[in-house]
């Protein structure tokens, strides 16, 4: 059962990766650089490029040396760079840096995510769209985090300037340990920080108030988190595949906990459901093999058309509730069978 925890995204993943070494197949405008581009040695052997709608050249991927840093050129054969294309270098773990143009003012969705060697993205200061701080890539602001490099290690704070994680903006940084989101922060995207597999901490400020779907699932090192008050709903996925997340503080005021939410957190034990909540989803605690203990709090009303009929806790927890209302629920030696209301 551990593909429950690989979703959509993951499917993604893999399916992108798939077409990684074929990136520039079936454009027709498409070409890729062999070197003579320009005549001056100026744009990267192996640089795919293909002329936009706007006049101009978008980076749609690479396949040249490997280990090789790459300075994405202002121009190419006359055409100014104005935008990096989605999945430009997706899973390409070889190249160590990219140095980014003032002349790009578009870059597309997941440009840069599963570049496991990628340690720093750089941004020209004349750029007018973006900007870099310590190899991190951010709107011109600073306001919104683009994307943290694949190859990032150890600890991060994310500035004071930032209100925004963007959607996949941490994604397969698997080197990453820990994060601070601080005070200031109100919305973490989807899949912000998914698949950071070597992820044991993180916290998350008072002021964010939207987590988005599978923010952080698959980061299996993760062992604690507190969501903070202002958050209304655990969208799908949040922490899908945290296998050793064992302490989870849901807060009072969150009204759902959508399905897969806490799928595959093995090492869950106990968990208390705020009497606010009035939805839970399909396999939102499904594979929590450990979980013994739940409670649903005072108030606590989760009609039958709103508790996910498909496993959303182990065993008959759900028939229980539905039985006997809010409570404290037990079962003995992970018993699926004996889940039972405490007095």
Same mark, same amino acid.
């Given at each position: 059962m551990?593909q429950?925890k690989?979703q959509?995204?993951?499917?993604?993943?893999?399916?992108?990766a798939?077409?990684?070494g074929?990136?520039?197949?079936?454009?027709?405008n498409?070409r890729?650089?062999?070197g003579?581009a320009?005549g001056d040695?100026t744009?990267?052997?192996g640089?795919?490029?293909e002329?936009n709608?706007?006049?101009?050249?978008?980076?749609?991927?690479?396949n040249?040396?490997a280990?090789t840093a790459?300075?994405?050129?202002a121009?190419?054969e006359?055409?100014?760079v104005?935008?990096?294309?989605e999945?430009?270098f997706f899973?390409?773990?070889?190249?160590p840096?990219?140095t980014?143009?003032?002349s790009?003012t578009?870059?597309?969705?997941?440009?840069f995510q599963?570049c496991?060697?990628l340690?720093?993205?750089t941004?020209?200061q004349?750029?007018?769209?973006?900007a870099?701080?310590d190899?991190v890539l951010f709107?011109?602001?600073?306001?919104t985090?683009?994307?943290?490099?694949?190859?990032?290690?150890?600890a991060?704070?994310?500035p004071?300037?930032?209100?925004a994680?963007?959607? %996949?903006?941490?994604?397969?940084?698997? @080197? =990453?340990a820990?994060?601070? /989101? $601080? +005070? #200031? &922060? *109100?919305? !973490?995207g989807?899949?912000?920080?998914?698949e950071?597999?070597?992820?044991?901490?993180v916290?998350?400020?008072?002021?964010?108030?939207?987590i988005?779907?599978?923010?952080f699932?698959?980061?299996?090192?993760?062992t604690?988190?507190?969501?903070?008050?202002g958050?209304?709903?655990?969208?799908? %996925?949040t922490f899908?595949?945290?296998? @050793? =997340?064992?302490s989870?503080? /849901? $807060? +009072? #005021? &969150? *009204?759902? !906990?959508e399905?897969?939410a806490?799928s595959?957190c093995?090492?869950?034990t106990?968990v208390?459901?705020?009497g606010?909540?009035?939805?839970?989803?399909?396999?939102?605690f499904?594979?929590?093999?450990?979980?013994?203990?739940?409670t649903?709090g005072a108030?606590s009303?989760?009609?039958?058309a709103d508790?996910?009929?498909f496993?959303?806790?182990?065993s008959?927890?759900?028939d229980?509730?539905?039985e006997?209302g809010?409570?404290?629920y037990?079962?003995?030696?992970?018993?699926?069978?004996?889940?039972?209301?405490?007095?």
């Amino acid at each position: 059962m551990k593909q429950i925890k690989q979703q959509a995204l993951f499917m993604a993943g893999l399916l992108a990766a798939l077409v990684v070494g074929s990136v520039f197949v079936g454009c027709e405008n498409e070409r890729v650089n062999d070197g003579g581009a320009n005549g001056d040695g100026t744009v990267p052997s192996g640089l795919g490029y293909e002329r936009n709608e706007q006049g101009g050249a978008t980076i749609t991927g690479y396949n040249g040396p490997a280990a090789t840093a790459i300075v994405i050129p202002a121009e190419i054969e006359g055409l100014p760079v104005t935008a990096i294309g989605e999945r430009a270098f997706f899973g390409n773990g070889g190249i160590p840096s990219v140095t980014i143009p003032a002349s790009v003012t578009a870059i597309g969705d997941e440009a840069f995510q599963w570049c496991s060697g990628l340690a720093s993205i750089t941004v020209d200061q004349h750029n007018t769209v973006y900007a870099s701080i310590d190899g991190v890539l951010f709107t011109k602001n600073q306001k919104t985090i683009v994307t943290c490099p694949g190859g990032k290690e150890g600890a991060y704070t994310i500035p004071g300037s930032v209100t925004a994680v963007g959607d %996949g903006a941490f994604a397969w940084c698997k @080197r =990453l340990a820990s994060v601070i /989101i $601080p +005070d #200031g &922060v *109100t919305s !973490i995207g989807g899949s912000a920080f998914a698949e950071c597999s070597g992820l044991t901490s993180v916290t998350i400020g008072g002021s964010v108030t939207s987590i988005g779907d599978h923010a952080f699932a698959g980061c299996e090192r993760l062992t604690s988190v507190i969501i903070p008050d202002g958050v209304a709903f655990i969208r799908e %996925g949040t922490f899908n595949g945290c296998e @050793r =997340l064992a302490s989870v503080t /849901i $807060p +009072d #005021g &969150v *009204t759902a !906990i959508e399905k897969w939410a806490f799928s595959g957190c093995e090492r869950l034990t106990s968990v208390t459901i705020p009497g606010s909540v009035s939805a839970v989803g399909d396999y939102a605690f499904s594979e929590c093999w450990n979980l013994t203990s739940v409670t649903f709090g005072a108030g606590s009303s989760i009609r039958p058309a709103d508790f996910g009929y498909f496993s959303p806790f182990p065993s008959y927890l759900r028939d229980k509730y539905l039985e006997a209302g809010p409570g404290t629920y037990t079962r003995p030696n992970r018993d699926p069978d004996f889940w039972t209301k405490q007095p």
